[in-house]
């Protein structure tokens, strides 16, 4: 169970910075192309998109172990 808890904390700390990286690259690369605000919200929306990979990535795994689980006999106490 805290191996679980643990890789969907990981996916949100995944997901918040592929947003912000893309989002402050896209600023960055703003002020050194002057194209504002063009390649923020390039940025933002690669960014996103890869937090939604991320997302999806780890609601797979989820339901993997979730069918794992109920494959497997249950222990008795």
Do not use: H, N
Not at 12 to 32: K, V
């Amino acid at each position: 169970m805290w191996k679980q808890a643990s890789r969907l904390g990981a996916v949100g700390l995944e997901m918040g910075l592929a947003i912000a990286i893309g989002a402050f690259g896209g600023r960055y690369l703003d002020g050194f192309f002057k194209t504002e605000p063009v390649l923020f919200w390039i940025g933002l929306v690669i960014g996103s998109g890869a937090a939604v990979k991320a997302f999806l990535r780890a609601a797979r795994e989820a339901r993997k172990v979730m069918e794992q689980d109920e494959r497997e006999p249950k222990a008795k106490s």
